[in-house]
């Protein structure tokens, strides 16, 4: 390229304060390159991320070949980098005032940041062993807690929308894993149920009146 010699290309001047826009907000983790579509070749580079540097081949292809309905923006699609980086990659033709294409902008963004605050999240969000029992075996209120959100996570129906029978229903559970042996826990199941105290007195004793089969001699 003789004319980078003489000075920067026109194109290069006109498009340079917007690339290195992009470039200083999402730098170091984006590449930004500026292409020539008819000597297919690189004009400039924000951030390379390879060896590649102005006058480069840039490989970029026919652009007649690309889909027209994409009105000169491509992606975000997928490139893989030679050490294993995953890139997000966006292409932009850039036209003159005659609607020939006259530069090619592409902003590549390293993913591998991206993926890493992921991995760390998920695994901050995920228990990978069960909890030692002994250690929670005698918290009744945290059973409690576990008991009730489990039956909401389990019908997607909230406290607040219980009816009668989800109360028995929860009930049941409370008085299977023996919650209510523990003297001070019918006020926190009421609590946590957002029902009063004899509410849950007079469920229980529905709960575990003898049915009529259970009567019948």
Sequence with gaps: ?????????????????????????LGP??????????????????????????????????????????????????????????LSSVSAVLRDARGEPSAVLCINLDRTPLEQAAAVLSAFGAPTVKGPEPLFEQDWSER???VIGTYVRETGRPIERMTRQD?????????????????????????????????????LTELRAPSAKDRQP
């Excluded at 390229?1 to 907000?25: F, I, K, Q």
């Excluded at 500026?34 to 580079?45: A, K, Y």
């Excluded at 490989?59 to 690309?66: A, F, S, T």
């Excluded at 523990?182 to 007079?202: D, E, F, H, I, K």
């Design 1 to 25: 390229m003789g004319n980078v010699e003489e000075g920067p290309d026109s194109r290069v001047r006109m498009w340079s304060p917007v690339c290195r826009a992009v470039a200083l907000l």
């Design 29 to 86: 983790y984006a590449e930004v390159v500026l292409h020539d579509p008819e000597t297919d070749r690189v004009l400039e580079i924000w951030n390379p991320m390879t060896s590649r540097g102005p006058g480069d081949p840039s490989l970029l292809g026919e652009l007649d070949e690309l889909d027209p309905s994409a009105r000169d923006v491509y992606g975000p699609y997928e490139k893989l980098l030679a050490d294993g980086r995953r």
């Design 144 to 146: 409690i807690q576990h």
């Design 167 to 203: 109360r028995l229903a929860v009930l049941g559970r409370l008085d299977e894993a023996r919650v209510f042996a523990v003297r001070r826990a019918t006020p926190v199941v009421a609590g946590a149920l957002r029902v009063s105290r004899s509410t849950v007195y007079g469920l």
